[in-house]
């Protein structure tokens, strides 16, 4: 029996687990699909190992067969067959599996030591960082997290569905929306028209909402949270990069309370607005919001964060204000519009790994000034386009009486993209005392 001092010095690995995988591929070439699904070249322990995997992998993508002899020849054209153990030692790993069958089961087995080798060197790097007083701590553990999730994305095994799998599932759910008769698959924005072309906010999906400065997409988004989460209890969670939490809360209880955000703010009230304030404060009190207001966050902090409230708030719907003052990891001298694309394509993975819709709001270019925004006004990066399932933008003319202070003005909602549905333009009204959006109806007409 190894003595325990022995087993934490010697980092976890399974030779023999090793030289089976390794011997299942030489007998079987079917094998090396099921052993790429779960392996990569540094699950490996062994040197010598690692350095056959790989030429087994450069044989694969060439198209060609995996033997004793072909893998014998590609070792000996990168100079690594000697420090293999030459053609002898290579030989005898297929007699060491009599079956390619458990070739998975091996397989796994070397993919779990693998994991546990790359953990113990992640927690040595962190003990490492914990100590130099030079990093902060928040810098620390941003860099631990991406380190952690970074040994978790090598080893996703991704796999094809047969379409008869896929077929019985969508059944399932289309008669559970029969017997439901939920008018709405997706999250409820609260605005009616909205909601009928796209039946809600969809999980997985990344919803951009786009417009000039001004315009109102802050106060749409927080409109659709407070309809969500105050009027639905439909948990939500809000990333406020732009105004601190303070701001976007005083918008919040003059939307509810109806009172003139601009008297809130200088405390120009009346005495009997009191009792609005109250109630309204007590329905945002109970609401399942929750808000993030840290300036000049990065993309790791917001995917990060968003595991949380989704493990432990169970969000169902994310909203972030605004795309372009995310932080990319590495800024570096990337060009911005990469820098973007690489944000965009991040959260729209981040929607479907947590299964929640994520509502990013975005700024358009100059050019759409007066006109109704395209998509190709979006900002920065084409990406976004690209990667949004929705697109979404506000468009209101600035000229003319409607927009004298104190008047509600009329506002198009022009829904320019829907992967799964209609586009079109919905109407909505903003009140721009109470700093809200609602539904346009003909008491406005």
């Known amino acids: 029996m190894t003595p325990q001092v022995l087993k ?3 980092p976890p690995h399974n030779d023999d687990a090793e030289k089976a995988s390794l011997g299942a591929v030489l007998l079987d070439q079917d094998a090396i699909d099921t052993v790429l699904r779960f392996l990569r070249a540094d ?4 040197t010598a190992h690692k350095k056959i995997f790989q030429a087994i992998i450069d ?3 060439q198209s060609q067969p995996v033997d004793l002899i072909t893998l014998a020849e590609k070792l000996r054209d990168k100079g690594d067959l000697e420090q293999c153990g030459g053609s002898g030692y290579i030989s005898t790993l297929s007699d060491f599996v009599p079956t390619s069958a458990n070739v998975e089961y091996y397989a796994k087995i070397v993919q779990d030591c693998g994991i546990r080798r790359k953990l113990i060197k992640t927690a040595s790097e962190i003990i490492a960082s914990a100590h130099d007083e ?39 759910a289309i008669e559970r929306l029969y017997h439901t008769k939920d008018a709405y698959t997706g999250v409820p924005s609260g605005f009616s028209e909205l909601d009928q072309m796209t039946s809600g906010f969809q999980k997985s999906e990344f919803i951009i909402i786009g417009a000039r400065p001004s315009i109102g997409k802050t106060a749409l988004a927080l409109s659709m949270a407070a309809n969500m989460a105050i009027k639905q209890r439909i948990s939500a969670g809000f990333f406020s990069l732009e105004m601190s939490d303070m701001a976007l809360m005083q918008r919040l209880v003059a939307s509810e309370a109806r009172i003139n955000s601009s008297h809130l703010r200088s405390g120009m009230f009346k005495m009997s607005d009191f009792s609005k304030l109250t109630e309204a404060a007590s329905r945002i009190y109970e609401a399942p919001l929750f808000i993030d207001d840290t300036p000049n966050m990065k993309l790791l902090q917001i995917r990060s964060t968003a595991r949380r409230l989704k493990a432990k708030e169970d969000v169902q719907i994310i909203f972030i204000d605004y795309i372009g003052l995310i932080e990319p990891e590495n800024k570096g001298r990337t060009p911005r519009h990469e820098q973007v694309g690489e944000i965009s394509r991040s959260l729209k993975a981040l929607a479907r790994e947590l299964e929640v819709p994520i509502v990013c709001l975005s700024q358009v270019g100059r050019q759409s000034e007066g006109e109704p925004p395209r998509l190709s006004d979006l900002r920065e990066s084409g990406s976004i386009e690209q990667d949004a399932d929705v697109v979404m933008f506000l468009h209101r003319n600035r000229m003319g009486s409607d927009d004298e202070p104190g008047s509600d003005r009329k506002t198009e909602l022009i829904v320019a993209k829907q992967r799964n549905g209609p586009v079109g333009k919905v109407d909505l009204v903003f009140i721009p005392q109470y700093t809200r959006f609602e539904s346009y109806s003909r008491e406005y007409a």
């Open 8 to 10: 934490d010095k010697v």
């Open 43 to 46: 699950d490996f322990y062994r």
């Open 59 to 61: 044989l694969s993508n």
């Open 134 to 172: 030079t990093l902060e701590g928040n810098e620390i553990i941003e860099e631990s997290e991406k380190k952690i999730f970074d040994i978790t994305d090598s080893h996703s095994n991704s796999t094809y569905k047969h379409a008869g799998e896929v077929v019985s599932r969508t059944i399932e």
